[in-house]
């Protein structure tokens, strides 16, 4: 794997850094190619959280445009299915829970990657920038699937079609994001909530996450999926040990 991507492992955590922080780094072949190769180990690795951050002030500046200076010669829609298609729909279809770490500006795919993220993190010191318009092209990275799922239509509208950047604090504020915290505290906040996670059963975390990021649209399929997950659950040692735990503190404390 090239130094633009770096993937980092802590037992059953991984830290996928994109790493070109003199372009705030924007997603160049060397680093598309990173990512995809990443993919790729945590699709074998499978592990129970994976962190995604951008090295330096960004998290990422979406495309690099300096690589689309002969825009004519080159087929976009081709980039979106070898590239951002594989890229986003790879990191759904994980176990893992995945934490976006926003130390900065996230801008075009790099704030569609940051938002696919089941948990974001962002400093206060952020913004999310979506200039689609103003490039001449349609928002991508599914942000504008994404996006309405976590403001709302009305909002999500505004949003991509004014293109006005969203600090991180707004983004808080309206659910886009889960938390903006100080600058200097984002690392503590994002170690909170990755020791809070790793504490959980694995298994019941990636079926969370597959419930809560293709919810069933009919009500009784829905209730299909969560039955075949809790059924399988139930049997776990992790839910027997569990409760057998609980009764035995309520025993000592009675
Ligand atoms: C960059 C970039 C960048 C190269 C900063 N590329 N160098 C598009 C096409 C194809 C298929 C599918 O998908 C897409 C989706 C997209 O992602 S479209 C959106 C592409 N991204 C943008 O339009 C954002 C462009 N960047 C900016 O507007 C600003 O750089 C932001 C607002 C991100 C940050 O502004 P500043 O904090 O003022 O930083 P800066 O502009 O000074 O940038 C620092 C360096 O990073 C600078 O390089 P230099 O060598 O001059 O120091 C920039 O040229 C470079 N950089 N973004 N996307």
């Keep these: 794997m090239s130094d633009t991507v770096l993937l980092q492992w802590q037992d059953d955590v991984a830290t996928l850094t994109l790493n070109r922080p003199e372009k705030l780094n924007a997603f160049n072949a060397e680093l598309k190619a990173g990512l995809l190769a990443a993919l790729g180990d945590l699709k074998r690795e499978r592990p129970k959280v994976l962190v995604i951050t951008g090295a330096g002030r960004a ?3 979406g495309q690099d445009l300096e690589d689309r200076r002969n825009a004519s010669n080159v087929d976009l829609g081709a980039s979106i299915a070898e590239f951002y298609a594989p890229l986003v729909t790879g990191l759904a279809s994980l176990p893992s829970v995945t934490v976006a770490r926003v130390p900065g500006v996230a801008a075009g795919a790099g704030a569609s990657l940051a938002l696919s993220c089941d948990i974001v993190i962002a400093s206060d010191e952020a ?24 403001v709302g239509t009305a909002r999500a509208k505004a949003i991509l079609l004014l293109g006005a950047p969203v600090s991180a604090t707004e983004a808080a504020s309206v659910g886009m994001i889960w938390q903006a915290v100080p600058a200097a505290d984002l690392d503590e906040c994002v170690a909170a909530c990755v020791d809070g996670l790793s504490s959980q059963s694995a298994a019941a975390l990636a079926a969370t996450v597959e419930m809560l990021r293709e919810p069933s649209p009919d009500l009784a399929e829905h209730f299909h999926r969560e039955a075949r997950h809790q059924a399988r659950l139930g049997k776990s040692e992790y839910y027997q040990d569990s409760v057998t735990s609980f009764l035995n503190r309520t025993r000592h404390s009675s």
Excluded at 130 to 148: C, E, H, N, Q, S
């Design 59 to 61: 998290f990422a500046a």
């Design 127 to 150: 913004k999310f920038v979506f200039p689609f318009g103003k490039i001449g092209l349609v928002p991508d990275g599914a942000i504008t699937r994404t996006l309405p799922r976590l």
